[in-house]
């Protein structure tokens, strides 16, 4: 069997390439002559499988999608809150305004704004470094993002070095509100620079999962960013990454992504995988036209929408029995399934409470009489997160409080990993169920 | 044993509740007699269940938080475009903007700023409605995502129209752009009259939880709004709910919420819960001090950031053999299990696809000789999203087409739902998996 | 013979009304159907004689032209300071802006725009006034500038208050700020009343005639304003009425202006004479396109640029001779001539100085002797300001405490009223010069 | 005697000067160690005496004051219509908007803010002036001005030039829209440079008197600009020149006027003289806080409010009278006096118009019967302006026309200069008044 992923890429690559609005970035020469007619689309699975169709390996300026991945280079030497006090988190707004800045501290709104990439740049690295040493550092750290070496389009730079005179303007402003120190001409080149490192849709969409995986890449296995870098940089290109059409975008795509001037769309469902698109001709907004076509036709069809409540998830609880063990004994057995997030573990705390809590429990088999002990079944539990283990340990904690005798049945320590085991609860967690010969159902 | 979690809300309250800075809104007299010590928080899961610590069951007006819910009638009486065609759907960005209209056209920016809530209240029910009515209408639609039918505070409905000017002043602008047909006056009394609608913190919860349910009010079961209408809210609160601070909350706490400044705060997270906490102190934003600061811990606590990548997926797939039949012949045997969306299937295709295909497969045990037929053993498969129920679907048709027997086991039919059977692979699921014997690991 | 003065405005009204672009004023269901080939220009000089072309006694309602009659009512009745406590006076640059608040205090930008026009009415009379005592006290103003009782147009007031809603939207934030107390409606009801009022281009003429007569009105003779206050108005005229082409008014045709929307341009030149002028259809700006075009010919032709520099004044000094009489006495005979302000009364006070002054003394006719006394001729002096009249007065002191015998002939008490005599000098104050036999020039 | 005027200066200073609050530029360093307590202020006549107090003769770099000059230059040298296509006349209103260019275009708002006056200084010279020309330039322009030859002040211009960040900013971004053509970064530097040409309060007294003066240098005789040159320039200083506070200005102080961040602020009355003043410590707005205060103490002491009605003309007509002759004829004789502009000649020609025309003529001593001729006295007229000369010529015309004889008396060729004779009229105009021997009064 072929797999259908490639083919549903080339039917989307199809369905949204049939014609070619828009126009490329005319203030970037070297930009204005590129081939309009490439299109790409990629998806990369969080342990690195890229599945594609069009131009995938034809190179072009990472441009502003560098923006994000060096917002993280410098969130991770430097600190959020050190960040944070150069840079804010806010859309900007209004496109018109085009410096954005706070106007009492000249603080840039966001680093998905030119005078915030700016500052982001002029953070990474040491305050010694030159400016190569700095431009090194990021093109680096861009690589690892990448999980291969990248390197730059001397030509794109030379052609957009050479009418820089808005960065020109936004950094010496921002050099006027001491944003940044050094020379703002230094800042600009090497933004530049930066901005004219050259990937092609399957990078983008590896450093798009990258970002989905946490900050691991996939395929080198390597972390390049903390789960909080990850957070905040999704964060920021959800609210910010898309511009004065944020708001548009939230509702009608619904996924983190960033767009650069030379055509590329990267988006990342956190957790699930990254994408990437090319195409260069834009639209008002200065974002790819076919771009977006094909990200909003990926979102619907693949539930990348971060608003879409997925179904209501299937009961945690497989089966709850109470049975009635040969010497009178009374034991209840509750077999547990899948991934345990609040919900599901809350489903079971419900089950395993007294009647007189503090709320109104559903109509349900509960047992007359006393319960001696409990069986938590956990073997067909995948995964339980930090707030599901903090519930179910607890529950463990109070049963005993309460005189029960509790056996956890956790052959894959999904609750209680050896590492962090404790509570006194480690010598009840068996490997597998005992058999219940004898017992019957009450 | 008493259920944690009452437990957990109240040391949540106790910590965030130690002092009580900020003030009552003093422009609404109302208001600012208020008693501000009262504080309360409640979770409600999506099939209702409550639960609180505080002052759950203080009633207070709901104020702003009517927002986000008559947004959401006039998106199920209009549909979305209507809707649009009036409101938008960006950050307003800067507070000072106090009207925050497109500057051509008159359009509010957003359904969570005054003017926009203005316009959505104007554009609920009949044109011929008369204000009695229109307020009636959306009266009873709270009630339907509260789930029980809501009162009016008279006297902060008296105390906020007899200073409505800055609303007076909206909704004239709003009129003289022809947003809104209508008398402006009547939309402010109607408006003022929808902010003083009596809610408790128990209330909201239940409200927050209708969105997280796709719309399913989850104590009456009744659907209030559909899945696109809740997703278009959710968005929107999301982008616009608190404010100018919007991007800060995304990266801070990380999930849809709106505030209202009798001292609410309402937030979402989708599929899992509703939260509601209520202290009437408000910040410089017009937000309740220890609500942000409940809601901020309750994010932490909880992993109820939305940007928060879940712990990489335990495989889809449980075990994958390929056996030796005594026949001779050859049966891969794949065994599913947990909840299948894209990522999921993902590998599963990949497993099931040949090593020909365009991308390159992981190293495995994947047999060399020739597979007959293939097993997909779906029964411990919880549920099966949209993309992954196409993806499955067309590889077992792939299968086929290549000449091989599928067999798919789905008691519990998370892939081929009895009303949407077809592909002439109904035939082929059995509720089952029958016996291997003599068949043997290869 | 005829005067030429009429025939001079007809030329103008053929020369600038030959076409006839723009259009009314569409908001205004009556304007809109105002006849908008009518065209009228009136000059009226500062005794009240009035020239015209064209329709100068067509009616037509005041609109915006209002506005500062309405402010010079507020100053005269509050003060300079209470008022600009409550309306600023700084233009208010761009047009979008439509309200033109100040950020923090709500203060609206000036009295020329809305707000201000709207906050200047709502001060207006007593606060215990009822809205038709407030409205009356206006007309009864405005008829006092006009010099004729004017009357409302029913018809426009119903028709402007009928679509009201930007000034109702503005009245409700100024009421939401403070900027003034009591009812928002019932300052938009007596405003747009205010807007209503019925002149002809003759009346405007008049009521610019009234403030280039400092304030008297020239047909009655009676004081409707004081200089202080028409000097203010004229100054925000100047800076704020023709709106967001303030700077283009100014550098282009230099004279203080107020346009309204029916079409009337007013301006003044201060103390030489109003003009007005009325034709309905308006530009992008909302002034009348043949009105401003009249206004740029009349500067142009007339000379009413404020900044072009009048020719240097003539030598205020007629003739400076020394004479030596009959018993060897030196008399100094200095004869002044025309209006004697700050330039010709320093040109009088080098002449009368000592060559050891701090400056560099002009070659001339100095005497070298000593001189006993000097007479000071001041009959051909038609008007000496308060400038000039301090330092010539300080002149004829200094001069006797040099020693010398000083004699001042001021037949038309021009230096010396009889009411300010003084400085022991009027004694020597004599009415015609005593004739000079036997003295010869030295 | 000694002249009072710099007496009153003195006085001027004390009272102004008493505190010295506020502060020096903190921002460039070498203007921040200049001695805050020299205090100064010159009044320069139109022809060319300047009266003086304090630190007249004390050097500081001219800063903002240069703008209008430089505008002068780029006026003179483009004409009016290729600077407006550079730089706008409206003023920028609020402060925070640092940049203040045209939303479209990018063209800077006017030539007083940075933005217009960097591009001023980029339109000086022809395009292939090098830097160094260009700031030539302007230096030998300005100095045409002072009349004499300015230098510049190296160490402020490192000092600026090693913080222009944010006139850097600006250029850069001036020329991104391509407001100018060149390099920013020498627009920046020659624009320091000019910035810190240095200048007395004498020079910029003589400088302001310059433009008092029609364009022609006092002391030198040289014309440096055009009437028409000069009347933009003090326009735009008018609308513009005190930045936010312009209208503040306008209603206050009343005259245009510039000031500069060294502490000297410049002002002008046209036709009569210019003043300058210099105090180094800043308010708010950067304004010289004691250069304001004397500035307003002049304007107060000194009639300078361009708004100040004067006092009403006496009457153009000194005496008029019908005399019948010995045989019978009859004469009218028209003695005119002082300086005639618009309203003087109104008079007479109201004076000698028919009962007929279009106008309600005064109550007068018109005689009944019909007139022979006419003979116009201008024995005591001492200039007649454009308009007045038009209005006058026209009625000798007419009243030819009409069959009358009419003689002027015009010795002084105040009405028909040698060079402008015609319309038939010279033959009539006489030195003198013949005697009237035998005519006796009406």
């Known amino acids: 069997m072929r797999s259908p992923i490639p083919d549903y890429l080339l039917e989307v690559v199809e369905a949204c390439g049939s014609d070619n609005p828009g126009a490329t970035a005319g203030y970037i020469p070297e930009l ?48 959020l809150d050190a960040v944070l006090d150069r840079v804010g988190v806010e859309p900007s707004g209004e496109a018109f305004n085009e410096l954005s800045l706070d106007r009492e501290s000249g603080r840039p709104l966001n680093p998905m704004i030119n005078a915030g990439a700016l500052t982001t740049h002029a953070l990474v690295g040491p305050a010694t470094a030159t400016p190569d040493e700095r431009f090194e550092r990021i093109r680096s750290g861009l690589s690892a993002f990448a999980g291969r070496e990248l390197g730059v389009d001397e030509a794109v730079y030379e052609s957009e070095w050479g009418t820089a005179y808005r960065n020109s303007a936004i950094a010496n402003m921002l050099r006027s509100y001491a944003v940044f120190d050094g020379d703002p001409a230094d800042v600009v080149r090497g933004y530049t620079r930066q901005c004219s490192i050259t990937v092609t849709a399957r990078d983008l969409a590896l450093m798009a999962a990258t970002l989905a995986n946490g900050g691991v890449q996939p395929s080198t296995g390597r972390r390049v960013a903390s789960r909080q870098v990850v957070r905040q940089v999704l964060s920021v290109m959800m609210s910010c990454g898309m511009y004065d059409a944020a708001g548009d975008w939230m509702s009608t795509v619904g996924f983190p992504a ?68 040969p010497r009178g004994n009374t034991v209840r057995v509750c077999s547990l ?17 007294d009647s007189d809590g503090p709320y109104t429990a559903p109509a349900g088999d509960r047992p007359r009489g006393r319960i001696d002990s409990v069986i938590l079944d956990l073997r067909r539990v995948h995964s339980v997160d930090d707030v599901a283990e903090r519930m179910l340990r607890e529950a463990v904690r109070r049963l005993r409080l309460d005189g029960l005798r509790v056996t956890v ?10 590492h962090r085991a404790g509570d006194g609860a480690s010598d009840a967690v068996v490997p597998s169920l005992a058999p219940l010969d004898g017992y019957r159902r009450l």
Chains 1, 2, 3, 4 share one sequence.
Do not use: N, W
Not at 337 to 353: C, D, I, K, P
Not at 409 to 418: K, R
């Open 258 to 325: 960033k767009s650069g001037v030379s055509g590329g769309v990267l988006g990342t469902l956190p957790g699930q995988f990254g994408i990437a698109t090319f195409s260069p001709r834009l639209d008002a907004h200065g974002s790819s036209v076919r771009g977006v076509r094909m990200c909003t036709r990926l979102s619907a069809d693949m539930g990348m929408h971060i608003m879409d409540a997925p179904e209501p998830a299937r009961s945690a609880i497989r089966r709850d029995r109470v049975l009635r063990g």
């Open 337 to 353: 399934q899948g991934t345990l997030q609040f919900s599901g573990a809350e489903h079971v705390l419900r089950a395993l409470s």
């Open 409 to 418: 049945v956790d052959p894959e320590h999904v609750l209680y990993p050896h």
């Open 32 to 79: 204005a002559h590129a081939d309009p007619d490439r299109i790409a689309v990629c998806v990369s699975t969080v342990d690195g499988i890229v599945y594609s169709a069009g131009d995938a390996d034809s190179p072009f300026s990472i441009q502003s999608i560098s923006k994000p991945f060096v917002y993280a280079l410098a969130l991770t030497e430097l600190g």
